[in-house]
């Protein structure tokens, strides 16, 4: 039996608006904090559109389900399923044939208190929107990371979601800007990551560039953090899991430089390329 | 945009620039929960207020929420029409 472990990290990953890439975090996040260590349970809380367990290759391991273990149809022990090769990551599949209204926010929260007892880390993929299934997923809480894109559509709806949980004293936020493009930020094309911080006004703790690398991993239920060896997104993603950990970790540039910046750094070492570095 | 344009700062302003100046503008309104139409009838209300005790130049007033980090505040630049010409001498 495992001590009770008061410690334990309950991190909501929510986003306002859909299809920013929540599922892709909470999975590659849940793969560096368990190859750094760390016990960690990943919990899908996007009844009735369940992706977490496709996304980490588990798809064909699922009995049980969240729903199961709120109605009492399994233990919590059943419905959680180990990942393939890493012994520390474990997941918490969400229902798929039932809606949103079959969990509430003591549900919840009676399940993460239980899964407190044998884990360091429990992260919960939040579905989109600022309903039913956004309030049971960060009731639970005591950090969230909030996921943007930066487009003004997706920047609006965090800020929105950002409010919200400010008014739940959830503590502060934290913001991940996934999908930069850093060459359309250089044209000016985008909006950059000093714009989207300083307008949401909330602190960083990741930047993960646009990477084909990610779905080509994803295609293949692993994500990139499982081997981030050469891709841009996978060493943002471990460098996320690092930060929370409360390591020092400085932002990265988002693309190596060209020959030309490297001849203008050479020349005159003071002028760097501070905008695409944060 | 051409190289020489934006080198010379001319022609539209870039997309992103103009991304980062609307997303400024419904984070302000959506924070605040104030709509164009209710700054307004603000702005209407206040020069009518305004106008009888003073005279307004009704054409120049500006009423604008700000930000500061995440605290809203609404601000009204309400400018005087010139007292000179009319003051007793």
Do not use: W
Not at chain 1, 216 to 234: H, W
Not at chain 2, 4 to 32: H, M
Not at chain 2, 34 to 52: C, E, M, Q
């Amino acid at each position: 039996m495992a001590e009770d472990n008061t410690d334990t990290r309950v991190v909501t990953i929510t986003s306002g608006k859909g299809g920013v890439g929540k599922t892709t975090l909470t999975a590659n996040l849940g793969v560096a904090l368990a190859m750094r260590g760390q016990r960690v349970v990943v919990i899908d809380a996007d009844v009735g559109l369940r992706n977490l367990d496709v996304m980490l290759g588990l798809e064909n391991r699922i009995v049980y389900d969240l729903v199961d273990v709120i109605e009492e149809r399994c233990r919590l022990r059943q419905a959680v399923v180990r990942h393939k090769h890493l012994s520390k990551l474990f997941l918490l599949p969400a229902a798929q044939t039932r809606d949103k209204t079959a969990v509430g926010v003591q549900d919840m929260l009676g399940i993460c208190a239980e899964l407190v007892k044998d884990h360091d880390v429990i992260l919960i993929d939040s579905p989109a929107g600022i309903e039913r299934g956004f309030r049971y997923a960060i009731a639970p809480a005591n950090e969230v990371l909030i996921v943007t894109n930066p487009e003004v559509p997706a920047a609006r709806d965090a800020d929105r979601v950002i409010g919200l949980i400010e008014a739940e004293e959830k503590g502060p936020a934290r913001l991940v800007i996934n999908r930069i493009k850093p060459k359309l930020v250089e044209r000016g094309e985008m909006l950059s990551i000093a714009d989207v911080v300083e307008l949401l006004a909330i602190d960083l703790i990741g930047v993960v560039p646009e990477d084909q690398d990610v779905l080509i991993a994803a295609n293949r239920g692993q994500p990139l953090a499982v081997s981030p060896d050469g891709s841009l997104a996978g060493h943002a993603f471990h460098n996320i899991a690092r930060r929370m950990l409360g390591e020092d970790v400085p932002f990265q540039p988002l693309r190596e430089p060209g020959v030309f910046e490297r001849f203008l750094r050479f020349v005159s070492p003071g002028v760097n390329a501070s905008p695409r570095r944060i | 945009m051409g190289f020489l344009e934006r080198l010379f700062g001319r022609g539209e302003p870039s997309s992103g620039r103009v991304a980062k100046e609307r997303l400024r503008l419904v984070l302000t309104q959506d924070r605040a929960g104030i709509s164009p139409a209710l700054l307004d009838t603000l702005k209407d209300d206040i020069i009518t207020v305004i106008s009888r005790h003073l005279d307004v130049d009704v054409d120049s007033v500006q009423v604008t929420v700000t930000q500061s980090n995440r605290e809203s505040s609404l601000v009204a630049d309400i400018p005087l029409k010139d007292q000179r010409g009319t003051r007793q001498g």
